[in-house]
C-alpha cells in the first residue's frame, strides 16, 4: 500500500550529499516527492511509496559518506498525485 511522509532530519544533513543521495535513491526506488535545505539546518522531506521503499531509502541515506542523521521527525500525510522526486531547491 502506497503512502506518503513528511520527513525533517537534523543532524550533519547540509553540506554533505543528503539532497543527492535522497534525490537518487529515490529515483532508483521509483519514487516520487521532493527533498529541500531549511534555513534551520535541518532538511525537509516528502516521499510517497510503500513503507519497505521508504525505510530502505532513509536507510540508503543514513549510510551517506559524510551524512550523520540525528533524528528524524515524520509524520504520515495524504498522497499525492506527482510523477517525480525533485530536488526543490
Not at 31 to 54: C, F, K
Amino acid at each position: 500500500m502506497e503512502i506518503r511522509k513528511h520527513m525533517i532530519f537534523s543532524g550533519e544533513v547540509q553540506g554533505v550529499g543528503f539532497r543527492y543521495t535522497a534525490y537518487m535513491a529515490a529515483r532508483e526506488l521509483g519514487l516520487t516527492g521532493w527533498v529541500a535545505n531549511r534555513a534551520d539546518g535541518r532538511v525537509e522531506m516528502e516521499i510517497q511509496g510503500t513503507q519497505n521503499e521508504i525505510l530502505f531509502l532513509v536507510e540508503k541515506i543514513k549510510h551517506g559518506k559524510w551524512i550523520e542523521i540525528r533524528g528524524i521527525e515524520e509524520e504520515q500525510i495524504p498522497l499525492k498525485k506527482e510523477e517525480q522526486f525533485r530536488i526543490a531547491n
